[in-house]
Protein backbone atom coordinates (compact mmCIF):
# COMPACT_ATOMS: atom_id res chain seq x y z
CA UNK A 1 0.00 0.00 0.00
CA UNK A 2 2.77 2.28 0.55
CA UNK A 3 4.56 1.41 -2.60
CA UNK A 4 1.27 2.10 -4.25
CA UNK A 5 0.44 5.75 -2.45
CA UNK A 6 4.23 6.79 -3.12
CA UNK A 7 3.56 5.39 -6.84
CA UNK A 8 0.55 7.51 -7.79
CA UNK A 9 2.01 11.07 -5.45
CA UNK A 10 5.58 10.49 -7.66
CA UNK A 11 3.04 10.42 -10.26
CA UNK A 12 1.13 13.24 -9.40
CA UNK A 13 4.21 15.56 -8.97
CA UNK A 14 5.82 14.05 -11.80
CA UNK A 15 2.96 15.43 -13.96
CA UNK A 16 2.88 18.33 -12.45
CA UNK A 17 6.73 19.50 -13.17
CA UNK A 18 5.63 18.72 -16.20
CA UNK A 19 3.03 21.01 -17.25
CA UNK A 20 4.85 23.88 -14.57
CA UNK A 21 7.97 23.26 -17.45
CA UNK A 22 5.58 23.77 -20.69
CA UNK A 23 4.10 26.93 -18.34
CA UNK A 24 7.22 28.50 -18.67
CA UNK A 25 7.81 27.65 -21.38
CA UNK A 26 5.08 29.01 -23.00
CA UNK A 27 5.71 32.45 -20.91
CA UNK A 28 9.23 32.52 -22.22
CA UNK A 29 8.07 32.96 -26.08
CA UNK A 30 4.84 34.02 -25.60
CA UNK A 31 5.41 37.34 -23.21
CA UNK A 32 8.15 38.66 -25.29
CA UNK A 33 6.05 38.23 -28.19
CA UNK A 34 2.97 40.08 -27.21
CA UNK A 35 4.74 42.80 -24.84
CA UNK A 36 6.79 43.41 -28.13
CA UNK A 37 3.59 44.29 -30.27
CA UNK A 38 2.33 46.01 -27.56
CA UNK A 39 5.39 48.41 -27.83
CA UNK A 40 5.31 48.58 -31.42
CA UNK A 41 1.43 49.36 -31.49
CA UNK A 42 -0.49 49.92 -34.50
CA UNK A 43 -1.46 47.32 -37.19
CA UNK A 44 0.81 45.03 -35.40
CA UNK A 45 -1.03 45.04 -32.13
CA UNK A 46 -4.60 44.78 -33.31
CA UNK A 47 -3.40 41.97 -35.94
CA UNK A 48 -1.98 40.18 -32.46
CA UNK A 49 -5.48 41.38 -30.79
CA UNK A 50 -7.53 40.07 -33.46
CA UNK A 51 -5.81 36.42 -33.96
CA UNK A 52 -5.93 35.90 -30.19
CA UNK A 53 -9.60 36.62 -30.22
CA UNK A 54 -10.47 34.93 -32.93
CA UNK A 55 -8.80 31.52 -31.80
CA UNK A 56 -10.75 32.35 -28.75
CA UNK A 57 -14.28 32.70 -30.40
CA UNK A 58 -13.54 29.52 -32.07
CA UNK A 59 -12.90 27.56 -28.82
CA UNK A 60 -15.69 29.07 -27.18
CA UNK A 61 -17.97 27.71 -30.00
CA UNK A 62 -16.68 24.74 -30.38
CA UNK A 63 -16.71 23.74 -26.81
CA UNK A 64 -20.72 24.99 -27.04
CA UNK A 65 -20.74 22.34 -30.26
CA UNK A 66 -19.37 19.67 -28.12
CA UNK A 67 -21.91 20.07 -25.41
CA UNK A 68 -24.55 19.53 -27.82
CA UNK A 69 -25.46 23.00 -28.90
CA UNK A 70 -25.40 24.22 -32.73
CA UNK A 71 -23.48 27.53 -32.42
CA UNK A 72 -23.66 29.31 -35.83
CA UNK A 73 -19.49 30.02 -36.13
CA UNK A 74 -19.83 32.18 -39.11
CA UNK A 75 -21.75 34.73 -37.36
CA UNK A 76 -20.42 34.47 -33.92
CA UNK A 77 -16.75 35.13 -35.65
CA UNK A 78 -17.71 37.48 -37.98
CA UNK A 79 -19.09 39.44 -35.12
CA UNK A 80 -15.94 39.55 -33.04
CA UNK A 81 -14.28 40.97 -36.35
CA UNK A 82 -16.60 43.97 -36.47
CA UNK A 83 -16.10 44.86 -33.07
CA UNK A 84 -12.72 45.10 -33.41
CA UNK A 85 -12.86 46.54 -36.45
CA UNK A 86 -15.42 48.99 -34.81
CA UNK A 87 -12.81 49.93 -31.98
CA UNK A 88 -9.99 50.02 -34.85
CA UNK A 89 -11.98 53.24 -36.81
CA UNK A 90 -13.31 54.75 -33.44
CA UNK A 91 -16.56 53.43 -32.21
CA UNK A 92 -19.43 55.33 -34.21
CA UNK A 93 -21.40 52.30 -36.15
CA UNK A 94 -21.67 50.22 -32.94
CA UNK A 95 -25.85 50.38 -32.59
CA UNK A 96 -25.67 49.26 -36.35
CA UNK A 97 -23.34 46.41 -35.76
CA UNK A 98 -25.64 45.04 -32.94
CA UNK A 99 -28.85 45.66 -35.15
CA UNK A 100 -28.07 43.86 -38.13
CA UNK A 101 -25.92 40.65 -35.78
CA UNK A 102 -29.66 40.21 -34.21
CA UNK A 103 -31.59 40.24 -37.41
CA UNK A 104 -28.69 38.30 -39.76
CA UNK A 105 -28.37 35.59 -36.85
CA UNK A 106 -32.26 35.52 -35.91
CA UNK A 107 -32.11 35.20 -39.56
CA UNK A 108 -29.90 32.32 -40.09
CA UNK A 109 -31.26 30.57 -37.01
CA UNK A 110 -34.72 30.02 -38.48
CA UNK A 111 -32.76 27.17 -41.03
CA UNK A 112 -30.90 25.98 -37.97
CA UNK A 113 -33.81 23.35 -37.90
CA UNK A 114 -32.54 21.85 -34.27
CA UNK A 115 -34.60 21.53 -30.90
CA UNK A 116 -32.24 23.95 -29.20
CA UNK A 117 -32.37 26.52 -31.76
CA UNK A 118 -33.04 29.20 -29.32
CA UNK A 119 -29.98 28.25 -27.08
CA UNK A 120 -27.86 27.96 -30.20
CA UNK A 121 -28.64 31.66 -30.95
CA UNK A 122 -28.40 32.78 -27.50
CA UNK A 123 -24.39 31.43 -27.39
CA UNK A 124 -23.53 32.55 -31.07
CA UNK A 125 -24.29 35.97 -29.52
CA UNK A 126 -23.41 36.17 -26.39
CA UNK A 127 -19.97 34.15 -27.15
CA UNK A 128 -19.38 36.86 -29.53
CA UNK A 129 -20.41 39.96 -26.87
CA UNK A 130 -18.60 37.98 -24.47
CA UNK A 131 -15.01 37.90 -26.58
CA UNK A 132 -15.41 40.64 -28.77
CA UNK A 133 -16.64 43.55 -26.52
CA UNK A 134 -14.56 42.73 -23.75
CA UNK A 135 -11.28 41.90 -25.68
CA UNK A 136 -11.57 45.13 -27.92
CA UNK A 137 -10.35 47.46 -24.23
CA UNK A 138 -6.98 45.64 -25.17
CA UNK A 139 -7.01 47.40 -28.30
CA UNK A 140 -9.18 50.84 -26.68
CA UNK A 141 -6.42 50.70 -23.49
CA UNK A 142 -3.52 50.74 -25.94
CA UNK A 143 -4.86 53.91 -27.91
CA UNK A 144 -4.74 55.66 -24.56
CA UNK A 145 -2.36 58.54 -23.88
CA UNK A 146 1.18 56.38 -22.57
CA UNK A 147 -1.23 53.89 -24.02
CA UNK A 148 1.99 50.91 -24.82
CA UNK A 149 3.05 51.92 -20.92
CA UNK A 150 -0.14 51.37 -19.54
CA UNK A 151 -1.30 48.40 -21.35
CA UNK A 152 2.07 46.46 -20.91
CA UNK A 153 1.57 47.17 -17.28
CA UNK A 154 -1.91 45.98 -16.89
CA UNK A 155 -0.84 42.63 -18.78
CA UNK A 156 2.22 42.45 -16.84
CA UNK A 157 -0.25 42.69 -13.39
CA UNK A 158 -2.96 40.33 -14.72
CA UNK A 159 -0.10 37.33 -15.21
CA UNK A 160 1.13 38.40 -11.97
CA UNK A 161 -2.34 37.49 -10.55
CA UNK A 162 -2.42 34.41 -12.30
CA UNK A 163 1.46 32.95 -11.36
CA UNK A 164 0.50 33.98 -7.83
CA UNK A 165 -2.74 32.31 -7.31
CA UNK A 166 -0.98 29.28 -8.92
CA UNK A 167 2.25 28.94 -7.10
CA UNK A 168 0.17 30.42 -3.15
CA UNK A 169 -2.70 27.62 -4.30
CA UNK A 170 -0.17 24.89 -5.10
CA UNK A 171 1.90 25.48 -2.29
CA UNK A 172 -0.72 26.56 0.84
CA UNK A 173 -3.75 25.75 -0.43
CA UNK A 174 -6.04 24.09 1.91
CA UNK A 175 -9.73 26.01 1.93
CA UNK A 176 -11.93 25.99 -1.19
CA UNK A 177 -13.01 28.65 -2.64
CA UNK A 178 -15.68 28.56 -5.36
CA UNK A 179 -15.43 24.84 -5.26
CA UNK A 180 -18.70 24.31 -7.10
CA UNK A 181 -17.47 26.58 -9.81
CA UNK A 182 -13.81 25.22 -9.79
CA UNK A 183 -12.95 22.04 -7.50
CA UNK A 184 -9.19 23.32 -7.47
CA UNK A 185 -9.54 26.80 -6.58
CA UNK A 186 -8.26 27.65 -2.62
CA UNK A 187 -8.74 31.10 -0.75
CA UNK A 188 -5.09 30.66 -0.31
CA UNK A 189 -4.52 31.05 -4.14
CA UNK A 190 -7.04 33.81 -4.80
CA UNK A 191 -5.16 36.28 -1.85
CA UNK A 192 -1.83 35.28 -3.47
CA UNK A 193 -2.73 36.68 -6.80
CA UNK A 194 -4.36 39.92 -5.56
CA UNK A 195 -1.16 40.41 -3.12
CA UNK A 196 0.72 39.33 -6.25
CA UNK A 197 -1.12 42.19 -8.59
CA UNK A 198 -0.99 44.59 -5.89
CA UNK A 199 3.21 44.23 -5.19
CA UNK A 200 3.36 44.09 -9.26
CA UNK A 201 1.62 47.33 -9.66
CA UNK A 202 2.84 49.26 -6.80
CA UNK A 203 5.98 48.33 -8.16
CA UNK A 204 5.24 50.03 -11.89
CA UNK A 205 3.79 52.31 -10.27
CA UNK A 206 6.96 53.50 -8.64
CA UNK A 207 8.98 53.11 -11.72
CA UNK A 208 6.30 55.30 -13.83
CA UNK A 209 5.91 57.47 -11.44
CA UNK A 210 2.15 56.65 -10.48
CA UNK A 211 0.71 57.36 -7.04
CA UNK A 212 0.77 55.00 -4.26
CA UNK A 213 -3.19 54.79 -4.12
CA UNK A 214 -3.49 54.97 -7.55
CA UNK A 215 -1.49 51.61 -7.96
CA UNK A 216 -3.33 49.98 -4.80
CA UNK A 217 -6.71 50.73 -6.40
CA UNK A 218 -5.52 49.83 -10.15
CA UNK A 219 -3.54 46.70 -8.59
CA UNK A 220 -6.20 45.79 -6.50
CA UNK A 221 -8.70 46.04 -9.15
CA UNK A 222 -7.03 44.25 -11.80
CA UNK A 223 -6.04 41.18 -8.85
CA UNK A 224 -10.29 40.94 -8.38
CA UNK A 225 -11.13 41.35 -11.85
CA UNK A 226 -8.72 38.99 -13.24
CA UNK A 227 -9.99 36.29 -10.92
CA UNK A 228 -13.35 36.86 -11.54
CA UNK A 229 -12.56 36.70 -14.99
CA UNK A 230 -11.05 33.29 -14.48
CA UNK A 231 -14.11 32.10 -12.45
CA UNK A 232 -16.51 33.54 -15.33
CA UNK A 233 -14.94 31.44 -17.94
CA UNK A 234 -14.98 28.36 -15.33
CA UNK A 235 -18.79 28.37 -15.23
CA UNK A 236 -18.93 28.44 -19.31
CA UNK A 237 -16.56 25.00 -19.22
CA UNK A 238 -18.24 23.32 -16.65
CA UNK A 239 -21.43 23.99 -17.96
CA UNK A 240 -20.08 22.91 -21.38
CA UNK A 241 -18.65 20.25 -19.86
CA UNK A 242 -15.09 20.79 -20.58
CA UNK A 243 -11.77 20.64 -18.73
CA UNK A 244 -9.53 23.65 -21.48
CA UNK A 245 -11.12 25.69 -24.04
CA UNK A 246 -8.26 24.10 -26.03
CA UNK A 247 -5.08 22.66 -26.72
CA UNK A 248 -3.26 25.84 -28.77
CA UNK A 249 -0.82 26.92 -25.87
CA UNK A 250 1.07 24.26 -23.87
CA UNK A 251 0.55 24.08 -20.66
CA UNK A 252 -1.82 26.59 -20.27
CA UNK A 253 -4.72 24.85 -22.26
CA UNK A 254 -6.45 26.49 -24.79
CA UNK A 255 -6.04 30.52 -26.15
CA UNK A 256 -9.67 31.64 -23.94
CA UNK A 257 -8.08 29.48 -20.98
CA UNK A 258 -4.97 32.21 -21.09
CA UNK A 259 -7.24 35.59 -21.93
CA UNK A 260 -10.31 34.85 -19.29
CA UNK A 261 -8.85 36.57 -16.63
CA UNK A 262 -7.18 39.41 -19.23
CA UNK A 263 -10.62 39.72 -20.95
CA UNK A 264 -11.81 41.28 -17.62
CA UNK A 265 -8.36 43.06 -16.57
CA UNK A 266 -8.47 45.15 -19.78
CA UNK A 267 -12.15 46.28 -19.20
CA UNK A 268 -11.18 47.24 -15.76
CA UNK A 269 -8.17 48.98 -15.60
CA UNK A 270 -9.29 50.68 -19.23
CA UNK A 271 -11.84 52.53 -17.25
CA UNK A 272 -9.61 52.91 -14.20
CA UNK A 273 -7.26 54.94 -16.17
CA UNK A 274 -9.62 57.15 -17.89
CA UNK A 275 -12.11 58.01 -14.70
CA UNK A 276 -9.72 57.70 -11.60
CA UNK A 277 -6.22 58.50 -13.21
CA UNK A 278 -7.78 60.33 -15.43
CA UNK A 279 -4.98 59.71 -18.40
Given at each position: ?25 S ?21 L ?13 Q ?21 L ?47 G ?18 T??V ?9 G ?9 R ?15 A ?89
Amino acid sequence: MYFVLRSTYESHASRESFVLRYRLASAVVLIPLIIGSVIWGGLAFLALVAVCLLIAGFEFFQMAQHAGHHPNYVVGIGLIALFLVNVFTGGAWLREILTAALVVSLAVALFWRSKDWIVSWGLTFVGALYIGVLGSYFYLMRTLPDGAMWTAIVLLSAWATDSGAYIAGHRFGRHGFFTSISPKKTWEGAIGGLLAATVAMVGFGWIVDLGLLYALGLGLGVGIAATIGDLAESVIKRQMDAKDSGAIVPGHGGMLDRMDSLLFAAVFAYYYLVWIVRV
